[in-house]
């Protein structure tokens, strides 16, 4: 280096340099986005609101299976008051009715146990809509800048990869 003229306390290196971790956030094709927090190029930090979703139409969709759960709830309330009539009604009616009373109750009962399923998937739905609703705010992972941001609200980035947004 010293016959050369070349300074050897400096290092030179070419390439690129690359981030160690990337979040790639994917937007849920059922619901809106209602505000986007951030931009391309932004830093931020991690548990930072990156964007929101519409809380509005979340609300609608939990107040409507609140709905649906207490309609079901009456329809089974219903049917164990005309079980619980139709076996009172067995007791005091003759042996030739008695058939007809079991298929009767054979049938509530049936009914019964199918809307007790339908309120056990009515209730996991809105258990997962009130899930959505309290995570309507979309956060950083982890601290970053943000690379990129689909300019397409509807349905992820237009490269195909389905991402809306990437941190790196």
Not at 141 to 160: C, T
């Amino acid at each position: 280096g010293d016959i050369l003229g070349y300074d050897t306390t400096a290092t030179q290196f070419s390439g690129a340099v690359e981030s160690s971790k990337s979040q790639k956030i994917e937007k849920d094709d059922d619901k809106t986005i209602d505000e986007i927090k951030v931009q391309q190029g932004d830093s931020v930090k991690k548990g930072q609101v990156l964007f929101t979703y519409n809380k509005d139409s979340l609300q609608i969709s939990v107040d409507s299976a609140k709905l649906e759960v207490e309609s079901i709830q009456n329809k089974i309330s219903s049917y164990q008051q005309q079980i619980a009539q139709l076996k009172k009604d067995k007791k005091a009616a003759g042996k030739s009715e008695q058939l007809s009373y079991n298929l009767q109750i054979q049938e509530a009962q049936l009914d019964l146990t199918s809307e007790q399923y339908n309120l056990k998937k009515k209730q996991k739905e809105l258990d997962d809509l009130q899930k959505d609703l309290q995570n309507a705010d979309v956060v950083a992972e982890a601290d970053g800048v943000v690379q990129s941001i689909s300019s397409d609200n509807s349905s992820g980035s237009s490269d195909g990869s389905g991402t809306f947004m990437t941190i790196l």
